[in-house]
């Protein structure tokens, strides 16, 4: 079982459409949960990042968090063109500093 | 402020070569990590360096790949008698937080093809 899976997509919505990204991990104990855009050919920026259980809002982006689950999403409300990249889900191990990412699901917003 | 650089963008080689890949991270940053993307996938943890102590090095994947770290300053990443299996991006971030608790700032990447 891999340590941080994600659906690799492509996942495809029209524009103004809610994108919906998930993500399971497999270490119980982990903290910290991130998302990170990347674009194609360019390095990975942050998006989010959640340690509660609950939902967590930034403008069009929300995250939400299920420790019981192990289970980690992100949502874009209003999808557009420019939303389309590459999103990696990242989560950090418990007892340590290493961070694991997926594999990332390709999204594409059609116009 | 500048951000992570890294040096060569690019570096093409031949089978066999060893080659030595730089990172500065942003100034203050106490972790720096590297990680390894091939085509297409996800990125790969290779190692860690958090101040003075012991870096986690769990995720090299060969003794073919070692790194090193200067205080909290530059790292070299070193691969060994390169196969064309290492071809990748090789990305560096550094972070200010510790314990995962804070935002990665990556680096352009290192672009390597081993021939």
């Known amino acids: 079982q891999k340590e941080v899976e994600q659906n690799s997509g492509p996942l495809s919505v029209p524009e103004g459409a809610i994108a919906s990204l998930n993500c399971t991990y497999s270490?119980?104990?982990?903290?910290?949960f991130f998302w990170y855009r990347q674009y194609s050919g360019k390095s990975p920026e942050l998006i989010m990042f959640?340690?509660?259980?609950g939902d967590k809002e930034d403008g069009r982006f929300t995250a939400q968090l299920n420790k019981a689950s192990q289970y980690v999403s992100l949502l874009i409300r209003d999808s557009q063109p420019s939303d389309s990249a590459t999103y990696l889900c990242a989560v950090n191990t418990s007892g340590g500093f290493k961070t694991i990412f997926g594999a990332g699901t390709r999204l594409f917003v059609k116009a | 402020g500048a951000g992570v650089s890294q040096s060569p963008s690019n570096k093409v080689t031949e089978k066999g070569k060893d080659v030595e890949l730089r990172c500065d991270p942003i100034?203050?940053?106490?972790?720096l990590y590297w990680y390894r993307q091939r085509l297409g996938q996800g990125l790969e943890f290779l190692i860690y360096?958090?101040?003075?102590?012991?870096?986690?090095k769990s995720g090299l994947p060969s003794d073919r790949f070692s790194a090193e770290r200067t205080g909290e300053s530059v790292s070299t990443l070193t691969i060994q008698r390169t196969q064309q299996e290492d071809s990748a991006v090789y990305l560096c971030a550094s972070s200010l937080e510790l314990a995962g608790a804070g935002e990665q700032f990556f680096g352009p990447g290192t672009r390597l093809t081993v021939l």
């Open positions: 270490d119980r104990g982990s903290q910290s």
């Open positions: 100034s203050g940053h106490t972790a």
């Open positions: 959640i340690y509660s259980n």
């Open positions: 360096f958090q101040g003075n102590s012991a870096p986690d």
